[in-house]
């Protein structure tokens, strides 16, 4: 895959054209624990749902393109 390819797939997750739980099952990869919203709250008490939401995705993506070999994304 293209560094181009990347990108453009990197966007269409965030863009919820490409639903990253399902490339997870396509690519048989295992998502780790990933800490809710009210935990990280504890430590981070002016975190807001958005930036929660948009850190779960980026973490996903990073951790997919991660565990298919791709260390430049």
Same mark, same amino acid.
């Given at each position: 895959?293209?560094?181009?390819?990347?990108?453009?797939?990197?966007?269409? +997750?965030?863009?919820?054209? #490409?639903? +990253?739980?399902?490339?997870?099952?396509?690519?048989?990869?295992?998502?780790?624990?990933?800490?809710?919203?009210?935990?990280?709250?504890?430590?981070?008490?002016?975190?807001? +749902?958005?930036?929660?939401?948009?850190? #779960?995705?980026?973490?996903?993506?990073?951790?997919?393109?991660?565990?298919?070999?791709?260390?430049?994304?």
């Amino acid at each position: 895959m293209t560094e181009q390819e990347k990108q453009q797939l990197k966007e269409d +997750i965030k863009a919820g054209k #490409v639903n +990253i739980d399902e490339l997870y099952e396509k690519y048989n990869m295992n998502l780790p624990y990933m800490f809710t919203y009210e935990e990280r709250k504890i430590k981070e008490p002016n975190l807001t +749902i958005e930036e929660y939401e948009e850190d #779960v995705i980026n973490d996903k993506i990073t951790i997919l393109f991660w565990q298919m070999g791709w260390e430049e994304f």
